[in-house]
């Protein structure tokens, strides 16, 4: 139980960091919550869950037998990425918006949250470097661990996901853009911590 509220908000504050970043899936959100259902955030967050778990079921069946051995090394290509990510993060919050004009929306949110997540480059680069090195670190201490992380990790994404729905379907803007711009920059800050975090644990 000790092991497992550390890597729960682990998995939230990752999470997050990773969720407020603008990207097709944030898009389909907000234009799928036009039309005025507030449970648009819950069904897009369903399709990304999917996507996710897909990956996840094939970090704990394959990758992570193969990489135990490297740890340490995959550790460090994640605490890089992690460091890389949040430089990106911040350089991107000065044009971050919440702000989409409105267009088609999608006939069905949770294939709409399946194709977006699969369709972004930014996910997979995620997948490949941070979060297969989490899931990895996690599983050393056991499956429960690992899926501890992905809890949080989810409940972060539907949480935000839903009450960006529930604010647009209502007609009310979540976070004016500067605001906005402010949270995306800490964010990045956040992931530069962690970052180095971990790196400073393969050199101490």
Sequence with gaps: MYDLLPMLALGSVIGLTGVLAPGPTLVATITASLSGDWTTGLKISLGHIIAESVIFILIVMGLAGLALPYTNAIAGIGGIALVAFGILTIRGSSSATMTVSEGKTASNPVVAGLVTSAANPYFWIWWLSIGSAMI????????????????????ADTGWFTLVSTGISRGKTILPDGVYRKVIAACGFVLIIFGMYYLSRLIL
């Excluded at 990895?136 to 409940?155: C, D, E, N, P, R």
């Design 136 to 155: 990895i670190a996690g599983l050393q201490g056991g499956i429960v661990l690992a899926g501890a992380f992905m809890i949080g990790h989810w409940s």
